[in-house]
């Protein structure tokens, strides 16, 4: 099982981090209608996914 993480810690990684969708790099903003990919431009961009690590 993956050990739970502390609330904190989880929004301090996770919250206001944006994935550009076309380079894959990381932005972090708190308004993400005005927020573009600061490498190439794209403002298609999603919420960083929490991976779920598995024990086996």
Known sequence: MAKPKDPVVEERVFKN???????????????????KCRKCGSKSLRLKKKDMKTAG
């Open 17 to 35: 981090v944006y994935v550009c969708r076309k380079c894959n790099s990381k932005i972090r903003s708190g308004k993400i209608e005005k927020t």
